[in-house]
């Protein structure tokens, strides 16, 4: 019989809910991103400058969640527009306002995240981070 309080899935849905929530409560109030807004600043400062076609496939979220991220880091001032080499789609980019909140909030994320896993080994988070892999992996398959 199903029982909702093991069954993977649903385990692995809480636990992702409960870390994006915390650190979405930070982001807002501090900066005033949502997540999908900070996951596009840090695709593009990863990444440099990208079509939106590839920061959806970058970031894993639907296309009207980055348009609605884009929009908002654009009015903001934080991502700027310009024709790619083709001259058909638009690339985007950091400004410099954008890279400066990015340095900014970096070491803010890796210590939430040190917060957040603290009590992990090293070992274990990377045997968590290797089951992550794959658990993505088999979901795509």
């Given at each position: 019989?199903?029982?909702?309080?093991?069954?993977?899935?649903?385990?692995?849905?809480?636990?992702?809910?409960?870390?994006?929530?915390r650190?979405?409560?930070?982001?807002?109030?501090?900066f005033?991103l949502?997540?999908p807004?900070?996951?596009?600043?840090?695709?593009?400062?990863?990444?440099?400058?990208m079509?939106?076609?590839?920061?959806?496939?970058?970031t894993?979220?639907?296309?009207?969640?980055?348009?609605?991220a884009?929009?908002?880091?654009?009015?903001?001032?934080?991502?700027?527009r310009?024709?790619?080499?083709?001259?058909?789609?638009?690339?985007l980019?950091?400004?410099?306002?954008?890279?400066?909140?990015?340095?900014?909030?970096?070491p803010?994320?890796?210590k939430?995240e040190?917060?957040l896993?603290?009590?992990?080994s090293?070992?274990e988070?990377?045997?968590?981070?290797q089951l992550?892999?794959?658990?993505?992996?088999?979901?795509?398959?």
């Open positions: 019989m199903l029982r909702l309080s093991e069954f993977l899935p649903y385990r692995l849905s809480i636990a992702s809910n409960a870390v994006s929530d650190v979405a409560a930070v982001y807002q109030s501090r005033g949502k997540v807004e900070w996951r596009v600043i840090a695709v593009v400062a990863e990444g440099g400058r079509a939106q076609a590839a920061l959806v496939a970058a894993q979220m639907d296309k009207m969640t980055v348009s609605r884009v929009a908002a880091l654009v009015e903001r001032g934080l991502l700027s310009a024709p790619a080499g083709d001259r058909r789609t638009l690339e980019g950091l400004t410099a306002e954008g890279a400066a909140l990015y340095e900014e909030i970096s803010l994320a890796l939430m040190e917060e896993f603290g009590s992990f090293a070992a988070r990377a045997q968590l981070m992550l892999r794959r658990t993505e992996a088999c979901a795509k398959s």
